[in-house]
């Protein structure tokens, strides 16, 4: 016995982490020796063939090459594979405390224009009227006057403007707003309606393959922000949308869903500036204090994020 420890099937994660034992950066090094572990175990759990490996290579060629400026295949991948939610819910742990977070998504490419509260954001003036209001608050309920909300959505269709130029008015359905004195905001717009995410590459033939849809169900995106606040991004989901159970990034979490009612009132409606029937949504959102620690993870047993009919600690 020599004493050196050579690769073996048996010993093959420990062999490669021990590579890495050196490694300056305590992050780093913890990173690597776990992200090696998981590895090797999913390559003997499956026993991988070369032809496998082979396939999964060129996926991954493929879903670099897809990649540029404005197309993100790999953060594509991420989100259907759960990672992106993943990791945004770790980031933005609330315990309850505050408005759960979502995924960010590829289309918030461009600056929303800055629009006074009331303004109508649909500006073809195309789908079903629907009026947006709610308050943002810190955590024990204390107006946020002044905070930022970034909107977009997409129109009836399911399309963002960045996806129809010359089509939709640019800006078409996003708005920048600051709440007023009782941190308040409204403005006008249309039901949005749900969509499938970019599917035309790599991505799309993974779900092809695997019998998944590749669609979202109908959602506003919403930027949130306070100075001496946390920041929040996440999405308001429309209640009777189809695919809340499926949505194909994981994003919908039951705390994010509201009913979008129809109201019949000519006088409301007159008010609103919208025609009658219009539909209403009102989504409130808290935001944590900058200062506040994050709450940890929940421990075994608490009450856990509820990932649309799914306790995320079983997901
Ligand atoms: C979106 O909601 O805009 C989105 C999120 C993840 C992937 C694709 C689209
Ligand atoms: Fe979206």
């Not at 950066?25 to 572990?37: F, I, Y």
């Not at 991948?77 to 933005?92: C, F």
């Not at 019998?211 to 999405?235: C, E, K, M, S």
Request: glycine residues 8%; hydrophobic residues 40%.
């Amino acid at each position: 016995m020599s004493g050196r420890e050579l690769f073996s099937e048996e010993r093959s994660a420990e062999v490669v982490a021990a590579s890495f034992a050196g490694t300056p950066d305590p992050r780093l090094k913890q990173v690597m020796n776990s992200l090696v572990q998981h590895l090797h175990a999913f390559v003997k759990d499956v026993e991988l063939t070369e032809e496998e490996w082979g396939s999964a290579i060129d996926f991954l060629t493929r879903t670099g090459h897809m990649s540029n400026e404005v197309r993100q295949e790999f953060i594509l991948l991420s989100d259907v594979l759960g990672v992106s939610m993943l990791v945004e819910t770790i980031n933005h742990r609330t315990g309850g405390t505050s408005t759960e977070s979502t995924v960010l998504g590829p289309f918030h490419m461009v600056e929303s224009p800055v629009r006074e509260l009331g303004a109508d954001i649909a500006l073809d003036g195309k789908g079903t009227p629907c009026l947006v209001s709610g308050q943002v608050t810190g955590p024990h309920g204390e107006p946020l006057a002044g905070a930022s909300v970034d909107v977009w959505q997409t129109n009836e269709d399911g399309f963002y403007d960045v996806q129809q130029p010359g089509i939709q008015p640019e800006g078409n359905l996003r708005g920048m707003f600051r709440t007023d004195e009782q941190g308040s905001f409204w403005f006008r717009s249309v039901v949005p309606r749900y969509y499938p995410i970019p599917d035309d590459g790599p991505v799309g033939q993974l779900l092809a393959a695997t019998g998944r849809h590749p669609n979202r169900p109908a959602h506003l995106h919403f930027i949130v922000a306070a100075p001496g606040y946390r920041p929040v991004t996440t999405h308001v989901f429309v209640a009777d949308s189809p695919y809340l159970d499926s949505d194909a990034v994981f994003g919908v979490k039951e705390s994010l869903v509201r009913p979008v009612p129809e109201v019949d009132d000519p006088a409301r409606a007159a008010e609103a500036g919208l025609p009658n029937p219009f539909r209403t949504l009102t989504f409130d959102l808290s935001l944590l204090r900058a200062d506040q620690a994050p709450p940890a993870a929940s421990p075994a047993g608490a009450q856990p994020t509820v990932v649309r009919g799914v306790a995320a600690e079983a997901v």
